[in-house]
């Protein structure tokens, strides 16, 4: 690449003009952690965490997310989003949870910020349900695992 494409000319920031390219379908896969103490798992197993239903409301935040990305993230497009699914999964062996989430879209644009965002911030929630059992918690490793469509091509991950 010669140039960036995010600046004009001057070094001035600018959405990238997409008004020639033709829509394609295009999907994005994210994933993420976030690692925590044995006992917090047991809490959220049990139903007893303060905050309540954990996992159904960081997925539910992770959809919303991706779906406001765009407000976001300074220069990303506003995409027609198709699907969004986020999973949030227990993990004793970390411990803590696994976050995986599936963006998809028929435009001219790809949705890997949209993942990401998705993953993040059910992330962060999952974070603010559990921070008055648990201040040990730890966000990371949050990474784009796969993408389709595109002039770029497929492209998969781990």
């Known amino acids: 690449m010669s140039r960036l494409t995010h600046l004009d000319e001057s070094g001035r920031a600018r959405m990238v003009d997409v008004s020639d390219k033709d829509a394609t379908a295009r999907t994005a896969t994210a994933a993420g952690t976030l ?5 917090t798992l047991e809490q959220v197993r049990a139903g007893t965490a303060p905050k309540g239903s954990v996992i159904q409301t960081a997925e539910l935040a992770g959809i ?3 779906k406001r990305t765009a407000e976001l993230i300074p220069l990303c ?17 970390l411990p803590g949870f696994r976050v995986a989430s599936e963006v998809r879209t028929n435009a001219v644009t790809g949705v890997e ?33 796969s993408k389709t469509g595109g002039k770029s091509g497929d492209w998969h991950g781990r």
């Open 35 to 39: 690692t925590c103490k044995l006992q």
């Open 77 to 93: 497009h506003p995409l027609p989003l198709t699907k969004v699914e986020v999973r949030v999964q227990i993990d004793d062996n």
């Open 64 to 66: 919303m997310g991706a």
């Open 113 to 145: 910020m949209e993942a990401l965002t998705a993953v993040s911030v059910a992330c962060l929630t999952l974070f603010d349900m559990l921070k008055a059992v648990d201040r040990t918690m730890i966000v990371g490793g949050i990474e784009v695992t």
